[in-house]
């Protein structure tokens, strides 16, 4: 993890992540508890299981593990805390969120919010990979998995996410080697 510099929630980061998702903001309850995606209602951590993104079910307080399995997290607006309608007009830094990935460099940067894709891209935006990069790093956008978006919620984009990065053939790969051999005893 990055030092926090003040940030609300810390930037899980480093070098050779598969998948950086972004966020908005934190929200209240996410703050509070100082876990990325912590209220109840949120989808995101049943996202990334059923999609196959992580090989498990992780709660929000194990965000921090999510770069073992290839995955990094960050927010565009990481010293405000809110829905998007409630923070002020400059709390998106967009400058320091490219600045980050051209750093860091993962494979796709996946954002959680047509809002948040829009910001940071300056023009409307479909659901799906998008034909703009950050340098080499691919840039996805997905349904907001708060429950308050739950009106456009589909587990599709996810699920294209997870084809897109290979982490799922890689976990279920890891599974494979990581299991003991079994032998017939006669």
Same mark, same amino acid.
């Given at each position: 993890?990055?030092?926090?510099?003040?940030?609300?929630?810390?930037?899980?980061?480093?070098?050779?992540?598969?998948?950086?998702?972004?966020?908005?903001?934190?929200?209240?309850?996410?703050?509070?508890?100082?876990?990325?995606?912590?209220?109840?209602?949120?989808?995101?951590?049943?996202?990334?299981?059923?999609?196959?993104?992580?090989?498990?079910?992780?709660?929000?307080?194990?965000?921090?593990?999510?770069?073992?399995?290839?995955?990094? !997290? %960050? =927010? @565009? /607006?990481?010293? $405000?805390?809110? &829905?998007?309608?409630?923070?002020?007009?400059?709390? #998106? +830094?967009?400058?320091?969120?490219?600045?980050?990935?051209?750093?860091?460099?993962?494979?796709?940067?996946?954002?959680?919010?047509?809002?948040?894709?829009?910001?940071?891209?300056?023009?409307?935006?479909?659901?799906?990979?998008?034909?703009?990069?950050?340098?080499?790093?691919?840039?996805?956008?997905?349904?907001?998995?708060?429950?308050?978006?739950?009106?456009?919620?589909?587990?599709?984009?996810?699920?294209?996410?997870?084809? !897109? %990065? =290979? @982490? /799922?053939?890689? $976990?279920?790969? &890891?599974?494979?080697?990581?299991?003991?051999?079994? #032998? +017939?005893?006669?």
């Amino acid at each position: 993890m990055c030092a926090d510099d003040g940030h609300v929630l810390p930037d899980v980061l480093q070098s050779g992540l598969a998948l950086v998702f972004c966020g908005t903001a934190a929200g209240k309850r996410s703050a509070a508890e100082g876990a990325y995606y912590a209220h109840p209602g949120n989808l995101f951590w049943r996202a990334l299981h059923q999609s196959g993104l992580t090989p498990r079910l992780l709660a929000p307080a194990e965000f921090a593990q999510l770069p073992g399995y290839g995955i990094g !997290l %960050t =927010d @565009l /607006a990481k010293h $405000h805390i809110g &829905n998007d309608n409630e923070l002020p007009r400059d709390a #998106f +830094d967009t400058s320091a969120l490219i600045a980050k990935i051209e750093y860091h460099a993962p494979r796709v940067l996946a954002f959680t919010s047509k809002n948040g894709a829009r910001a940071a891209l300056g023009h409307a935006v479909d659901y799906g990979l998008q034909a703009d990069t950050i340098g080499s790093t691919q840039i996805f956008v997905l349904p907001s998995p708060s429950g308050q978006a739950r009106g456009h919620w589909t587990l599709a984009p996810w699920l294209a996410l997870a084809e !897109l %990065t =290979d @982490l /799922a053939a890689e $976990h279920r790969k &890891n599974e494979t080697l990581s299991r003991p051999a079994s #032998f +017939d005893i006669c």
